[in-house]
C-alpha cells in the first residue's frame, strides 16, 4: 500500500503564499496521475488541481490563475504552489491519485490550510 504524507500547511493572511508538498512512498508515484484534495468543514472532498505523469496540468475554476501544480518523479514528490490566498482556500488539503475514486491510495493526513486576518 502507497503512502502519503503531506505538509506544508499553516496559517496565513489573506493574499498570502503557501506551498504545499506531498511524498509518496513508492516509486509508481511516477508513472500515475497525482491530485490535490481539499476539503472544508462540513464540506465534500473536492479535487483543486491534477497533474499527469508527463506533466500535463488541470485546475478547478476556483484556483486557476492562483494555484500551480507541479512533481518531481525522481523524488516520488509532489507540490502545489498556492498565490494570493482568499479565506475559502480554508481546508485541509490532501494529495492522492487522480481519477476515480476507486483507483484513490490510502488518504493521508492532510495538512491544514488556514486563510485568515
Known amino acids: 500500500q502507497v503512502q502519503l504524507v503531506e505538509s506544508g500547511g499553516g496559517l496565513v493572511q489573506p493574499g498570502g503564499s503557501l506551498r504545499l508538498s506531498c511524498v509518496a512512498s513508492a516509486n509508481i508515484f511516477r508513472v500515475v496521475t497525482m491530485g490535490w484534495y481539499r476539503q472544508a468543514p462540513g464540506e465534500q472532498r473536492e479535487l483543486v488541481a491534477h497533474?499527469?505523469?508527463?506533466?500535463?496540468?488541470t485546475y478547478a475554476d476556483s484556483v486557476k490563475g492562483r494555484f500551480t501544480i507541479s512533481r518531481d518523479n525522481a523524488k516520488n514528490t509532489m507540490y502545489l504552489q498556492m498565490n494570493s490566498l482568499k479565506p475559502e482556500d480554508t481546508a485541509v488539503y490532501y494529495c492522492?491519485?487522480?481519477?476515480?475514486?476507486?483507483?484513490?491510495?490510502?488518504w493521508g493526513q492532510g495538512t491544514q490550510v488556514t486563510v485568515s486576518s
Open positions: 497533474i499527469t505523469n508527463s506533466g500535463r496540468t
Open positions: 492522492n491519485r487522480g481519477g476515480l475514486p476507486s483507483t484513490h491510495w490510502a
